[in-house]
């Protein structure tokens, strides 16, 4: 992993781990907006054991999928490539930092606690559960692609 992903990996650990000890807490988008898709499956497997893995195994670079609750919106990270975040509770109890790139893909719209999120991305891990990024298309091509669906659509 480079030394700038690292960085910004552990930059984003540092405000969620801020903004968690503050608080406590450990519009429709349109179809033709690019990478933007309405989505008919969001069928993902739930089962939370690959993340449970990854957090005891503090992996990195592990792409993974599953769904989870929003269970807090934070403010965007518009330092370097711009990222929506929200943090995601799954099934398990555990907590995922979800720090969509919004430079390369749309916003989630609508977004609120209480929602339920499919995803796909690269898992990063850090003491508070994890950080999910890579949720989006790479303009290059030669990254895996990932996605967030959320009420009816996915955005990549």
């Known amino acids: ?55 005891a195994d503090k992996a990195f670079n592990r792409t993974l999928e599953g769904q989870g609750i929003v269970s807090r919106l934070l403010t965007d990270d518009t330092d370097g490539a711009r990222h929506q975040r929200f943090i995601v509770t799954l099934d398990s109890g555990q907590t995922l930092l979800m720090a969509h790139n919004i430079d390369v893909a749309p916003r989630v719209s609508g977004l609120r ?29 030669s990254h895996a692609p990932g996605w967030i669906r959320h009420d009816g659509r996915t955005y990549q």
């Open 113 to 141: 606690v209480g929602d339920t999120v499919s995803f796909k991305g690269e898992y990063e891990w850090n003491a508070q559960g994890g950080v999910m990024h890579w949720t989006h298309h790479d303009p290059s091509g």
């Open 1 to 55: 992993m480079g030394v700038k992903r690292r960085w910004l990996a552990g930059v984003i650990a540092l405000v969620w781990l801020a903004g968690a000890t503050l608080y406590g807490c450990a519009t429709l988008v349109g179809p033709t907006e690019t990478g933007v898709v309405d989505s008919e499956s969001t069928a993902v497997n739930h089962d939370d054991s690959a993340f449970a893995r990854a957090f």
